[in-house]
Structures are given as structure tokens and as C-alpha cells.
């Protein structure tokens, strides 16, 4: 059975768009690979688990609405909503797409291969942290600082009992104030760049009066648990045998270079560092949606007014047309669904008032976005805290002075060093360390923080083609190429 329409991804902007379109009286699949609709924003533990409290979420009743909105039509008939289902690959076909999916909602090793086809597909697979490396980062009890959240949400488990949180970004306060009201211990939020910052960009702020509400909120909370901020603070290495026992801190000047003298030692459980997200791609590069480069170093989905891709048929919408949160996401949603219904030769489900403030709203929201990455960059100079035997790709094991050693024999990209030393070559294929060996490319000639201009634009990493999105098992493929062909071997 052929859907109108394919939806990967349940976060907002995915639930919002198979919202939108089954309103206007589509039939629509939407699939996710965890096992409950809300994406990141609104994750929730599995179905039957202990439930870990509304207080961690923002914004419920939007979430609420559109699970009933949803679970109406799944009712009704015309929404299949597939959890557990992994999407590895989409290609075009001759009436719109096949969508290939791995139904993990068995026991492991149960695991089935699907194929799922639909006039037209909107992508929303989100975003997964950004990481640099640094010494320690490796130990247990490092965490990212959506991994902590992703715990608390998911698991409602606090990672540890004294707790700093660092990197650059509004991001780290959500976390800090999660982790507090968990009960552990926040030491401090490092954030890494200067408020001052922010300074040539208040006009962004006074057009997002509720972003700026919410930042107050999280200041509320701050000083309610007495966590303290520590601007123009980085952790530049972590500390402990078998598990992280403590970190040091360190100010740093404009591009983050260490201020010497200032270093500090915290004895600390758990650590959660948050350098902003990477837009998940993958299934948007493989079918030839064309990228642009964004202020954030990363390269996202380029999109029309009604989130279009440069692609007939596939739309795309959330975090993967630039790093913007989840109202900028669920309005996304929304303008992807109606763009599907007009397409589709579908009256709006929006009233027309309505859609011509939604869209004002994405506008402004984007300004907002572009603000807070030019607010909260990752320094320039981070590089100069990796030492030669700090790890750069976890999965492969290679050091960042392997990188350099490289760099410094010709290679002049990720790709280059990728083929060296295999920087990227392992199970994340290089999703961890993409970013950062990029960054070791581009090492100046006076060496780490001297960062060479990279060709076309400031964005140092571009993201490589991933055919296959998520490990599938060989004999969930072969079992379904055997069923494909009507069991002819039999
Ligand atoms: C770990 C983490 C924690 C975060 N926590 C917060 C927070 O607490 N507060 C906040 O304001 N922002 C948070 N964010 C930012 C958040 O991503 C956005 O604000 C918002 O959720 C974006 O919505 P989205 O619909 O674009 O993407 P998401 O909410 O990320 O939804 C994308 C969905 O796509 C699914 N998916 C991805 N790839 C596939 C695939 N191949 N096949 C099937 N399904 C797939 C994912 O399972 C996910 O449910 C977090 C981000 C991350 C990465």
C-alpha cells in the first residue's frame, strides 16, 4: 500500500507535518526509531516504564494535542504510525518513494526489513550533539549534554551526583537546571563564549520576546538552585582512573585560548558538554537534497518558503534546515504538511491568517537561531586544548597527534586524514569525530588555534555521504530480498 505521504522522524516538526497533512485529508506513514512519539524535545521513557514527571518538559499540551490529533487518525485508519522502525536508506521510484526500514520493535536479533512507499516524503530526523575532543573526554561519566538530558527524559536517571555542565549555547541552562531538579549537585555552567556576544544581536531577542521569557526562566532557576555561570570558562581536560573523578576548568580569551594561570580543578561524578547539534542528514544527502553551508559551521537542507527541497517530492523540515529548537521545528512541520496538500492539489488545513502568521513566525524564529549560533560559536582556537595522545576518533582509536602527524604529511581535509588513519572509518562513521579531525586538518602553520580559511565559507566540516543510516543486519536483508522475490529459492 502506497501512502500521500512518508514522514521520518516523530519529533515536533515531524509530528506537526503528518498532523497538517491528515487534516487535509491525507493518508499518511509516519515512522520513528524510538519507541514513543516527541523526538528529542519531548522524549519520553518506553512505553510501561516508570513515567520520569512532566517538570523536565516544556510545552506538554502542544505535545498532547498532537499525539491525540495522531492517535485519532491511527484509529480511524488513515495514519500508520510505525515506531521502533529505523529508516536506513530512501530512493526514489517510479510514483514517489520506497523508504527502507528496519522494524526493531521485536526482540534483538528478530529484526525485520520493510519497505514502505509514499507519493511524497518529508524528512525530520532531527539532530545528534556536536563533540570535540579534549583530554578525558573518553572516560565514563563524560556525557554530552543532550545525553544527560536524553537520561533524565528517557530514564529519569540523573548521571551522577556533582555534575558540571559546559560547552557553549542557552542549550547547557534546560540541562543544568534538569540535572538540579533531579537532585544532584550542578557544580557550574561553563558556557565557553562571552555575554557581550550577544550584545550586537538584541534586536534578534526583542522580535523573540518568548525566547527571552524562557531565558529568564532558566536564570529563575539558576539562582533558585545557586548554580553558578561561569562565562568564558571551558573544561580542558577531564580526570579519573576508571571513571571521570574531576575536571579543569580554564578561562579563556575571545577565540579560546587558555588564559594561563587560570585553571582549576573540580572533583566531579559526571560531566555534560554541549558544543550546539549537526543536523542528521543522511537520508536527505542520499537522495540528492542540496546542502548549504550555515553560521554554525555545519551544512543544513536548503529549503523554499514551504520547506520544499531542492528535490520534487521530498520536503524537509526541524533541525535539519539549520539548528533552531522546537517551535521553530513544529511551525516547520506545519508549513512542510500544507505544502504536501497543495502539491497534492489539497486545500490548507491552516486558515489563511493563520498560515501567513505561522510563516511570519519562522522567519523571526530563524533570525533568533542565526543570532544565538553567531552568539555561541565553537572558539576557534579549541584545537590548542587536544594534546598529540588525546583520543580523536573513539571508534577507531586514533590520536589526535595520528591527525596531525597527517596533516602534517599532506593531508589536507577529513577525507585525507579519514584515509591516513582511519579518523572516521569505524561504527559512527565519523558522526563523533567528523567535525573535529576537519578542524586538525585545517591547523594553521603556527599550529593548533591557528585555524586556516577553509575553501568556500567559514564551515570547516561538510558531511559525507552515508548510504546506509543505521547498521541493518545482513540476514534481516536477506531474508527480505528472499520474501521480495516470492521465496524462489525454496
Ligand atoms: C540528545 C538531544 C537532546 C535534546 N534535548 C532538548 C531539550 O531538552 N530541550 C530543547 O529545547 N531542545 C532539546 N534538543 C534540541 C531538539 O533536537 C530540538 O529543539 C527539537 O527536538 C527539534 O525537533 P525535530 O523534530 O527537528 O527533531 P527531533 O526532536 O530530534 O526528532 C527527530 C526524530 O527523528 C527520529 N529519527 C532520526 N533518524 C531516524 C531514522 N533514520 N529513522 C527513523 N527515525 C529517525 C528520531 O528518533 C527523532 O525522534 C535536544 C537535542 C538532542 C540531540
Redesign the pocket.
Known amino acids: 500500500m502506497r501512502s500521500d505521504l512518508v514522514v521520518?522522524?516523530?519529533?515536533?516538526?515531524?509530528?506537526a507535518a503528518a498532523a497538517t497533512a491528515l487534516a487535509g485529508g491525507l493518508r499518511v506513514t509516519l515512522?520513528?526509531?524510538?519507541r514513543t512519539l516527541?523526538?528529542?524535545?519531548?522524549?519520553h521513557p518506553a512505553p510501561g516504564s516508570v513515567p520520569t514527571g512532566d517538570h523536565?518538559h516544556?510545552d506538554l499540551t502542544t505535545y498532547r494535542a498532537l499525539v491525540d490529533v495522531l492517535d485519532a487518525h491511527r484509529v480511524a485508519g488513515t495514519l500508520d504510525l510505525l515506531l521502533s522502525?529505523?529508516?536506513?536508506t530512501a530512493v526514489a521510484d517510479e510514483d514517489g518513494f520506497a523508504v527502507h526500514?528496519l522494524d526493531r520493535s521485536g526482540t534483538a536479533g528478530s529484526e525485520v526489513a520493510e519497505v514502505i512507499r509514499g507519493r511524497q516524503l518529508v524528512i525530520?530526523?532531527?539532530?545528534?550533539?556536536r563533540q570535540l575532543p579534549f583530554p578525558g573526554w573518553d572516560l565514563p561519566g563524560v556525557f554530552?549534554a543532550?545525553?544527560l538530558?536524553?537520561l533524565l527524559?528517557g530514564n529519569g536517571v540523573a548521571a551522577g551526583s556533582r555534575v558540571v555542565v559546559a560547552g557553549t549555547g542557552p542549550?547547557l541552562l534546560?540541562?543544568a537546571t534538569?540535572v538540579a531538579d533531579s537532585g544532584a549537585r550542578v557544580l557550574a555552567v561553563c558556557e565557553a563564549n562571552s555575554p557581550t556576544r550577544w550584545g550586537r544581536r538584541v534586536g534578534a531577542v526583542v522580535r523573540s520576546p518568548a525566547k527571552a521569557i524562557e531565558g529568564a526562566g532558566y536564570a529563575v532557576a539558576l539562582a533558585r538552585h545557586r548554580i553558578p555561570v561561569r562565562t568564558s570558562t571551558v573544561v580542558v581536560a577531564a580526570h579519573g582512573q576508571a571513571r571521570l573523578e574531576a575536571v579543569t576548568l580554564a578561562a579563556v580569551d575571545g577565540v579560546g585560548r587558555v588564559r594561563p594561570g587560570t585553571e582549576r580543578r573540580v572533583v566531579v561524578d559526571a560531566l555534560g558538554v554541549g558544543w550546539g547539534?549537526v543536523p542528521?542528514l543522511?537520508?536527505a544527502i542520499t537522495l540528492g537534497c542540496r546542502l548549504l553551508e550555515w553560521v554554525d559551521g555545519n551544512h543544513v537542507a536548503e529549503v523554499d518558503a514551504g520547506q520544499r527541497s531542492s528535490v520534487a517530492g521530498v520536503l524537509v523540515?526541524?533541525?535539519?534546515t539549520g539548528?533552531?529548537?522546537?517551535a521553530l521545528?513544529l511551525r516547520e512541520?506545519q508549513l512542510a504538511g500544507e505544502s504536501v496538500l497543495a502539491d497534492a492539489g489539497r486545500p490548507p488545513a491552516t486558515a489563511p491568517a493563520r498560515l501567513v502568521q505561522v510563516r511570519r513566525e519562522v522567519e523571526r524564529l530563524r533570525a533568533f537561531a542565526r543570532a544565538m549560533a553567531e552568539a555561541h560559536p565553537v572558539p576557534q582556537a579549541w584545537t590548542t586544548w587536544v594534546q598529540d595522545d588525546t583520543v580523536a576518533c573513539r571508534c577507531e582509536e586514533v590520536p589526535a597527534g595520528r591527525v596531525r602527524a597527517a596533516v602534517a604529511a599532506g593531508a589536507s581535509d577529513a577525507r585525507q586524514v579519514k584515509q591516513l588513519t582511519r579518523a572516521g572509518m569505524g561504527w559512527c562513521q565519523g558522526r563523533m569525530c567528523g567535525y573535529a579531525a576537519t578542524c586538525l586538518a585545517h591547523e594553521g602553520p603556527d599550529g593548533p588555534g591557528d585555524r586556516r580559511p577553509v575553501d568556500g565559507g567559514p564551515t570547516a566540516y561538510a558531511p559525507v555521504e552515508r548510504l546506509v543510516?543505521?547498521p541493518i543486519p545482513l540476514g534481516a536483508l536477506a531474508a527480505a530480498e528472499f520474501e521480495a522475490k516470492g521465496n524462489s529459492a525454496m
Open positions: 521520518i522522524g516523530g519529533g515536533p516538526a515531524g509530528m515512522l520513528d526509531s524510538g516527541g523526538g528529542q524535545y519531548w522524549r523536565l516544556h522502525h529505523h529508516v536506513w526500514v525530520a530526523t532531527g539532530a545528534f550533539d554530552t543532550g545525553g538530558q536524553a527524559k542549550f534546560p540541562v534538569a547539534f542528521q543522511d537520508l523540515a526541524g533541525e535539519l539548528i533552531g529548537g522546537a521545528a512541520g543510516a543505521t
